[in-house]
């Protein structure tokens, strides 16, 4: 069965359409939620993406739009529905779609839309400050509105019962990290429950990217996640592709996927020290692998003239080309960096204190991790076949085809160990990058005028998912969606029965970002 | 007869407590309740400066001939006893002090009349175990001590106190009945018989009737002590009493019990054999081990001090363990430092747990509830009764420079020195209680910063707690008595030494003299002028470098985020790693519930938590037992069938059974 | 040289020296690092800062936080003194320096220490101050024990006498070789180093020591600070003078002596403080859940140390 006969066996009302390989139906705002659903519990769907959009000027009301993609078949449904502007309502897929949960919250703060009968209605982005009725993603709402100062109760859940007593970290740490807030529910210290509270700097990308041109959004999309900088510029870059229906030519295809694998050694090296070194406090690890990361980062500042990479991705291909020589000194980097921290790892992996501290801590079962529409390394570690580099692949990874890892035991032993296999087969892929890469352009015209398209790209952190309409030439709404956004909310069920002092090694086993998250 | 100051002192004292006894019941009014506890309180000062002249001067017996009138019953004062005497007066002196305010303050809770009357009759009853020199002066003293006890843990009339107080009187009375039994097979039968008849009557006993006789009386002397696991009622009962009496029970009756096994296990039986002293030794550990666990692991302020008391008794119970094995054993050195630490303990722990509980009942009396979850604070709001609590504390937690440690300390010692030159077997035997020992006082200090640190200081956990003010003088005053009387127990330790007969681990006869045990010197005033030293120069230090520091008030760091006193550690979670580290001692586990909000959403869930506390001697033990003789009661009710005629079948048959044994 | 004499220079010596400890076990762990360290002398200057500081003190707090600071102090001063670290012969040798006493002291530190910590009503002062107190209470017993063993060794309880017996003391008795092991573990535990705590950490959840003192600042803060680098320097130069008694100054000993004690001292303060740092940069941190296999393991060689030592004195 297609998912055009699902879909049509769902509600024989709807009439989808195929728009650049993703099937797109519209359904009133009463079907919404049991068709998410149906497509979910019965059919093996996954939530990528879910936003809403201001249409009052075009369509009286608010759009929404859920992405589902079947990972096994690779096919993407978007179901997208009205709202009218004067009852912006609907029954709540979070009711029965634990993964929407946080979009639908996302939706209510930013737009002022109201999924009825939510379990968890409380405010996600708006702190206590912001007044009621702000709803900064409107298009009446300008970017530099001054707003007032109001305190909005901002509840945290409390365990009931004698003797609990509530840890709050942040968002001012003791180390330099971004501002993040954690409660921890504790009798002792056995976590009970566990809750974030994050949005602390919100940066309004998604409002400074309206009304603009791509190549002026470029810089604000690449500075959405520092440490993503190649992965975030790609799936902004693919989405508007896509709207072009333009193909990029295989160099720059196979240029982009360097570097792509280049920030996911660089990060998963960096991650191998952190949770080693820091997580555990074997300075050992941390004290040499920054050291090899630093390498890597010190490469890229030399080739690409910056040390994050950025500016190089560019809707299109890619800014320049690069020579076959320095692509072959890059390889010899990485595979040197690859291997130093092999051994390193290695030696760390022979001390039983280090793995008796990474295993069994901050087990996620593979049934919360579809539940919570995981994606990333900590999908993988739980034992879920997920990863965009083969399911929505491009031309160059549809030619290099990279050896997915997984680990089933799902605690930050196997999220170690996921990174430390990806590090050796993303060495792989730059060697045989290095060895075959096509000669050609390396870019072509890229000008979309009209459409929408998600960008899908997996980045070292995780699957994004960049959500792109264009109206005559401009951006119209972009929603940059960051794997950390699926993954925060994994904290609350990863957490809850390890003690208090190892939930810093969990937290370093997902490694989310902050500022990815908070747009 | 002779009479002395001492004995006219000793004679006043009961008398005035008797007294005190009758006045109470004369009126319902506070002026009466005033006279009654200020009689109460002279008559135990003149008590206890009578016990202490006493153990300082001549220490030849007290008699009083002239109270020979109730079937030979004569009043002695023997120098152990005096110890116990001094003991029982000192602590009921502070008592009936603090009363005047107390019992006042909560005249709507308890009957005032009835509840002096039974404090003076239990304190009367105690004076005059100690001075029994017959088995039935004694048993008729122990039970009114029993009894009086019995009714001022149900004072209060509530619920719990009433089921506690029938678990108390359940085991209070299988122990008298016990030491009864026991007393009746070293005489014979006879319970008119002095001490000392009994004692020469019970060297001709055969060997098993002895260990018979000494079961009966462990058994019934370990259940008034608290020893596991006989102790259930003892954390039941004790925090139910009003507070003044809480301190009577843990700091004084249990001396009563130590006493009475002391008297009759190590004074009247003879000879008893190694393995006895060992299992002395080993009941005491098990005791201290499971009272400091679970008084580390307790969340209510009155019921840790209980637990504590099952701790101390246990130290106590094992030090007097040591004695006997060392005494049966040919090691008199071990043996002599054994007996003066118990001794020692016993004065020390008088002090301090009553000093704590009297404390307890002032923090109360300001909160209305004994739980320390909703405390903290404390020592901001009442610095001076905290002050108090902290010395107390401390001292319980036998630190140095307080007495509890030089008590340890000398035990310690005794055992290092014994360890040399033992055979393996004694060897084996003195390290188990060398490590369990340690075991158990390191858990009590846990314990006790527990209670001070999550009563006394952080912010208050409750409404009450922050409008908490410094109880009435009256209340305090005893307090700082009690904590001053712990201050002194370290700096004259060697005094207290002295006064208990234990002048040889004493060099010179100075008030501030060192203690000397195998060959170690420890010199405690010198220790606390020591530590004061290095206060001052703590201070100077600082003054040196710093001048007149300049201060600034800002709130407690909070991350960014406003704090509350939800936020701050509770007693359950500061003892969370030992409840976890020690789990299959103490059998209390964290039930946490959940509900999905949605019923279709099973990831968003509300949370509570509950406290699963099971006793392990309960369930495994006096409840099978209990259910046994239940079940056994409803198979010989079967018997009251209803008919005349059986009963009478049954009467005559009961008739020939006596007769043919009698035949 | 007279024992009063000797006792105030140790005295000095010790507390003049300590903050050098902390600072050289920084050092050269960030060497073993490949970074360049700050230097060893850092430690000085900024406890001179921060007794010239300001302090920020907590509304919520009582006077206990301000006691805790000087007894905390206090007791480092009675260790750094009592204890026989340059010479047997001081003043207390003999009367004051019992083991027994010492570990109640340590202990009347902690409870302090802890009392401090929660005083302020934060989480993390709760958080650290309940972790010290199960290490201090767990590790307890592994204290008394490992010191019996030298005790019933030497057949004094003071520790000068332990000492006293000089060079051919663990030749006489191997088996003093595993107390001495334990001893290490407590030092371990009750410094706040690796495996039980990370002192350099900057993750507050895992904290124990760091979370403890985080509320005290300035002068306090700095006094807190010094006691625990004279209890590190005190703990370190112990455990040489037991591994390597000959350098104390014997009593009545003459200049070159008093110089042998005083470099001895000084070397086996540096090589301790080396080594620490050497394990603190080659294991990881231990889970605090395994505290208790953890002081199970310390009490169990200790154990073994004390029965081994008087087994051959069973008759």
């Known amino acids: 069965m297609t998912t055009m006969d699902i879909l049509r066996q769902l509600d024989a009302q709807v009439c989808p359409t195929i728009d650049a390989g993703m099937v797109v139906t519209d359904v009133p705002r009463e079907e919404f939620a049991r068709m998410g659903t149906t497509l979910v519990q019965e059919h093996g769907f996954r939530l990528m993406t879910l936003f809403a959009t201001d249409d009052r000027v075009v369509a009286q009301g608010f759009g929404l739009r859920a992405v589902l993609v079947h990972d096994a078949t690779h096919e993407q449904v978007m179901i997208r529905t009205l709202l009218p502007e004067q009852d912006p309502r609907y029954p709540a897929l979070t009711t029965t779609v634990m993964a929407a949960h946080w979009y639908e919250r996302y939706a209510m703060d930013m737009f002022g839309i109201v999924a009825e009968g939510h379990p968890d209605p409380r405010r996600l982005v708006h702190h206590e400050n912001v007044p009621e009725g702000t709803w900064p993603l409107r298009k009446d709402f300008a970017w530099n509105t001054k707003m007032a100062h109001d305190d909005v109760p901002y509840p945290m859940h409390h365990v009931a019962g004698e003797g609990i007593y509530e840890i709050p970290v942040g968002p001012i740490h003791a180390g330099i990290i971004e501002p993040g807030h954690f409660r921890f529910n504790v009798a002792g210290e056995r976590i009970i429950t566990l809750e974030g509270k994050l949005f602390f700097a919100h940066k309004g990308v998604e409002k400074l990217l309206e009304g603009r041109t791509l190549l002026e959004a470029l810089p604000y999309v690449e500075r959405i996640s520092g440490d993503m900088a190649v992965a975030h510029a790609l799936a902004f870059s693919q989405a508007a592709e896509a709207i072009a229906g333009v193909a990029v030519p295989q160099r720059a295809a196979w240029l982009r996927a360097l570097l792509l694998e280049l920030e996911r050694m660089t990060m998963h090296i960096h991650d191998l020290a952190n949770i080693g070194g820091n997580g555990t406090g074997y300075t050992m690890l941390v004290a040499h692998g920054f050291r090899i990361k630093e390498r890597l980062m010190q490469c890229a500042e030399a080739v690409f003239g910056n040390r994050f990479w950025r500016g190089y991705v560019v809707p299109g291909g890619v800014r320049a080309d690069c020579s076959d020589t320095t692509i072959q000194e890059i390889a010899a980097i990485a595979r040197g960096a690859a291997e130093e921290m092999g051994v390193l790892v290695g030696t760390g992996l022979q001390s039983d204190a280090f793995r008796e501290r990474l295993e069994t801590t901050g087990v996620l079962p593979r049934v919360t991790a579809i539940a919570y529409g995981a994606v990333g390394v900590g999908a993988r570690a739980s034992g879920l076949d997920i990863d965009a580099r083969r399911d929505h692949s491009d031309s160059a990874y549809a030619i290099l085809t990279p050896a997915i890892v997984t680990e089933t035991a799902g605690d930050v032993y196997a999220r170690f160990m996921v990174r430390v296999r990806e590090l050796e087969v993303g060495a792989a892929l730059i060697a045989r990058i290095a060895r075959e890469i096509p000669d050609g352009a390396h870019m072509v015209p890229c000008a979309p005028v009209h459409g929408f398209h998600v960008g899908v790209v997996e980045s070292w952190r995780g699957e994004i998912a960049t959500a792109l309409i264009m109206r005559d030439g401009k951006i119209e709404r972009c929603f940059p969606r960051d794997p950390s956004f699926c993954n925060w909310a994994l904290f609350g069920e990863l957490g809850p029965g390890n003690i208090v002092p190892d939930f810093p090694l969990c937290n370093k086993s997902l490694n989310l970002s902050y500022s990815g998250t908070d747009l | ?663 | 040289m007279s024992s009063l004499l000797i006792t105030v220079l140790q005295f000095l010596l010790v507390l003049g020296c300590a903050p050098f400890a902390t600072g050289m076990v920084r050092w050269v762990k960030a060497r073993m690092q490949g970074r360049a360290g700050a230097s060893p002398l850092l430690p000085y200057y900024t406890l001179a800062t921060l007794f010239r500081k300001e302090m920020v003190i907590s509304p919520v707090t009582s006077w206990v936080f301000r006691v805790s600071p000087f007894v905390v102090l206090a007791t480092a001063l009675v260790v750094s003194a009592v204890l026989p670290l340059l010479s047997g012969g001081g003043m207390f040798a003999g009367n004051g320096d019992d083991f027994l006493f010492f570990a109640g002291i340590l202990m009347l530190g902690s409870v302090f220490l802890v009392l401090g910590g929660l005083d302020p009503g934060s989480a993390f002062g709760g958080m650290g101050a309940s972790r010290e107190m199960t290490i201090a209470t767990l590790i307890e017993p592994a204290v008394m024990v490992t010191l019996t063993a030298f005790a019933a060794a030497s057949g004094t309880g003071s520790t000068s006498g332990m000492l006293a017996a000089g060079g051919g003391y663990l030749l006489a008795h191997p088996a003093l070789l595993l107390s001495v092991l334990a001893f290490v573990f407590v030092l371990l535990a009750e410094n706040a180093r690796y495996p039980v705590d990370n002192p350099a950490t900057h993750l507050e959840l895992t904290m124990v020591h760091e979370a403890m003192v985080l509320e005290y600042s300035g002068p306090y803060l700095a006094m807190l600070e010094f006691a625990s680098s004279i209890k590190l320097a005190v703990f370190a130069i112990f455990l040489g003078n037991l591994l390597v008694p000959q350098t104390l100054l014997p009593v009545g000993g003459g200049a070159e002596s008093l110089v042998v004690a005083v470099l001895g001292m000084a070397a086996k303060l540096t090589i301790m403080m080396v080594l620490l740092a050497l394990l603190e940069s080659t294991i990881p941190k231990m889970r605090f859940y395994r505290m208790q296999e953890y002081s199970a393991m310390a009490f169990g060689i200790a154990l073994a140390g004390l029965v081994l030592t008087i087994l051959p004195n069973i008759v």
């Open chain 2, 1 to 663: 007869m002779q009479w002395s100051w001492t004995s006219i002192g000793i004679l006043v004292s009961i008398a005035g407590t008797l007294s005190a006894a009758l006045l109470a019941l004369c009126g319902r009014g506070l002026w009466t309740h005033r006279m009654v506890q200020v009689v109460l309180a002279m008559s135990t000062a003149t008590g206890a400066v009578a016990g202490v002249v006493f153990l300082f001067g001549n220490r030849v017996p007290v008699l009083f001939d002239a109270v020979d009138v109730l079937y030979g019953l004569r009043l002695v004062l023997h120098p152990l006893a005096a110890i116990f005497f001094v003991i029982v007066n000192g602590i009921a002196c502070a008592a009936a002090l603090y009363a005047i305010p107390y019992v006042a303050a909560h005249q709507r809770t308890y009957h005032v009349p009835m509840v002096n009357s039974a404090v003076a009759v239990f304190v009367f009853g105690m004076q005059t175990v100690l001075l029994a020199s017959n088995v039935i002066g004694f048993m008729f003293s122990w039970e009114l001590m029993s009894m009086a006890s019995f009714f001022l843990v149900m004072a209060d009339r509530d619920e719990a106190s009433v089921k506690a107080a029938m678990l108390y009187l359940v085991m209070t009375h299988l122990g008298a009945a016990a030491i009864l039994a026991g007393f009746s097979v070293l005489g014979g039968g006879n319970p008119l018989l002095d001490f000392s008849a009994l004692a020469t009557s019970a060297r001709s006993l055969s060997s098993p009737y002895i260990l018979l006789a000494f079961a009966l009386f462990f058994f019934g002397f370990g259940s008034k002590a608290g020893l596991v696991p006989l102790h259930v009622w003892l954390p039941e009962a004790h925090p139910q009493a009003p507070s003044h009496v809480s301190a009577l029970m843990s700091g004084v009756m249990l001396k009563i019990a130590v006493y009475g096994f002391i008297l009759t296990a190590m004074m009247l039986l003879p000879g008893l054999p190694p393995g006895i002293g060992m299992l002395v030794a080993g009941v005491g550990l098990v005791s201290a081990v499971a009272g400091s666990l679970a008084a580390a692991a307790n969340r209510d302020i009155k019921q840790t001090l209980a637990w504590s008391s099952v701790e101390n008794l246990g130290l106590i119970f094992c030090m007097l363990g040591v004695h006997m094995f060392a005494a049966s054993r040919g090691m008199p050195e071990l043996a002599g430092t054994a007996a003066a630490a118990a001794l020692f303990h016993c004065v020390v722990h008088a002090i301090f747990k009553s000093g704590l509980f009297l404390t307890a009942g002032g923090i109360v009396h300001a909160m209305h509830t004994r739980s320390l979850e909703r405390m903290g604070g404390l020592a901001v709001r009442m610095p001076v009764l905290s002050g108090a609590f902290l010395v107390l504390a401390l001292g319980a937690s036998a630190l140095p420079p307080f007495g509890a440690f030089f008590g340890e300390w000398m035990f310690l010692r005794g055992l290092i020195h014994a360890f040399v030159g033992a055979d393996a077997g004694t060897m084996a035997f003195l390290l188990a209680v060398f490590s369990g020992f340690v075991f158990a006082s390191s858990m009590a200090i846990f314990a006790m910063v527990k209670l001070f640190a999550i009563a006394c200081v952080g912010q208050p956990r409750s409404a009450a707690a922050a409008h908490a003010q410094e109880p009435p003088r009256g209340l305090v005053y005893p307090v700082l008595l009690l904590a001053v009387g712990m201050i002194m127990s370290g700096v004259a330790a060697a005094t207290i030494l002295r006064a208990i007969g234990m002048e040889y681990l004493v060099r010179t006869d100075r008030v501030f003299a060192p203690i000397v045990v195998s060959g170690s010197v420890l010199q405690p005033a010198g220790l606390a002028g020591m530590v004061i030293l290095a206060l001052v120069l703590a201070f100077l230090f600082r003054r040196l470098w710093t001048g007149d520091p300049r201060e600034r008030t800002y709130p407690t760091w909070d991350c960014g985020q406003p704090i509350t006193a939800a936020m701050e550690y509770t007693a359950t979670a500061f003892s969370a790693p030992i409840r976890f580290f020690f789990r299959p001692i103490l059998q209390n586990r964290k039930i946490v519930t959940t509900a999905a909000v949605v019923a279709t959403n099973a990831y968003v869930r509300s949370h509570t938590m509950t406290f699963a506390s099971r006793s392990l001697w309960m369930e495994y033990l006096h409840l099978p037992i209990a259910r046994l003789i239940t079940w056994k009661s409803t198979q010989i009710r079967k018997l009251q069938n209803g008919t005349i005629q059986f009963y009478l079948i049954l009467i005559f048959l009961a008739l020939l059974v006596a007769l043919v044994i009698a035949v």
